[in-house]
């Protein structure tokens, strides 16, 4: 794959994205204006739903223990 490395390369590379861009919103909207109730409700469920008791709540958090060293290093 080529890169774009001059200014106009450049400008056309941006200009496809920002059209595929709109192609895909497009066809989001459609999609979704083709679902049926029913349909739209059996997504969101399942999008939404949460597994029981997938995580210890005992755990400790990587990112609160990264956190709490960081602390530790500004004082």
Known sequence: MKLATT???QRQWMQQWRETGI???EMRRYELS???????MRDARSVLSIPV???NPDAVCGLIEQ???FAKLRK
């Open 7 to 9: 200014p106009e390369e």
């Open 23 to 25: 192609f895909l919103d």
């Open 34 to 40: 083709q679902l049926t109730p029913e349909q739209a």
């Open 53 to 55: 008791g997938w995580r």
């Open 67 to 69: 956190q709490a060293l």
